[in-house]
Every structure is written in structure tokens, then in C-alpha cells.
């Protein structure tokens, strides 16, 4: 099991937008082959920033499989427009 950090800035006065995109999209990850869960963060300091966690079963799962997929397209349909920048997006998985 893999998590998928995807750090992401959102234009001002869109917060809500893209909370609201996320919460939409969250059928289509838990849909995706090899998806277990998914779930947002908001950063204190900085409002306009979130981290998208996503837990898959493989990097191959995320990068292969559900980016070919149609549920990728609907989450950025959901949420593309919310960005300030592209998402810095990098895997992770739990060593303690």
C-alpha cells in the first residue's frame, strides 16, 4: 500500500470550490482500480493550501491505471480549475 501526497495551492476565493470538488470526486477515487481510501487537508497557516492524501494499492494503480481512467477526468473536471499551479504530487509509504 502506497499513499499519494498531492500538494496543491488553489486560487483565492476558491477554497470552497475545491473542498466542494473533492468531496464530489471522492465516488470516482473509491471507484478507481486499486483506490482504499482518500481524504483532504487543509493547511493552517495557509488556507489557499491542501494535501490530498489517496491510498492505492501500487504507484502503478495511480499512475497507470486511474490517470487512463475516466475517474481522472472527472476529478479534474471537478477540481482543475480551483488550481493556482499543478499539484506537486509524490508517493509515500509508512516505515514507522
Do not use: Y
Not at 32 to 51: A, D, I, M, Q, T
Amino acid at each position: 500500500m502506497v499513499t499519494e501526497f498531492a500538494e496543491i495551492e488553489v486560487k483565492p476565493g476558491m477554497e470552497q470550490d475545491f473542498i466542494a470538488g473533492v468531496e464530489k470526486s471522492r465516488p470516482a477515487f473509491l471507484r478507481s482500480e486499486g483506490c482504499h481510501g482518500v481524504s483532504l487537508v487543509r493547511s493552517v497557516e495557509n488556507p489557499l493550501k491542501f494535501v490530498l492524501h489517496v491510498q492505492w494499492e501500487s504507484v502503478e494503480h495511480h499512475v497507470v491505471t486511474f490517470r487512463a481512467a475516466p475517474e481522472f477526468q472527472e476529478w479534474r473536471s471537478n477540481v482543475g480549475h480551483c488550481f493556482a499551479a499543478p499539484p506537486n504530487v509524490w508517493h509515500g509509504e509508512k516505515v514507522a
